[in-house]
Nanobody
């Protein structure tokens, strides 16, 4: 059974930084495609960043976070990270990590089979 557990969320002022972590346990074949999504109440879940560890660590980002966020992963620790810098109030959301064992969309939540429980990020002005 695959389990994803996020941590690192919290409250921060605009311009600050946070680093989210997501530990993957169980069958780690799902670490073929790893992603961070976020969601605010009343809106659809939005793709933030995706990494493909088996493809040389290729990454892709939403335009809204390019240059501010960085996704990475530590294979030895089975852990996914999201370094978030220069945070803005509009980054406030519940952040989820996601994993899948096959290739697919980087930003379609329906294309990821495994999810964490989420960690809240709140950015105040």
């Amino acid at each position: 059974q695959v389990k994803l557990v996020e941590s690192g969320g919290g409250s921060v002022q605009a311009g600050g930084s946070l680093r989210l972590s997501c530990v993957v346990s169980g069958n780690t074949y799902v670490m073929y495609r790893l992603a961070w999504f976020r969601q605010v109440p009343g809106k659809e879940r939005e793709g933030v960043a995706t990494i493909y560890p088996a493809n040389g660590g290729w990454t892709i980002y939403a335009d809204s976070v390019k240059g501010r966020f960085a996704i990475s992963q530590d294979t030895a620790k089975n852990t996914l990270y999201l370094q978030m810098n220069t945070l803005k109030p509009e980054d406030t959301a519940m952040y989820y990590c996601a994993a899948d064992g096959d290739g697919g969309s980087w930003s379609d939540p329906n294309d990821f089979a495994h999810w964490g429980q989420g960690t809240q990020v709140t950015v105040s002005a």
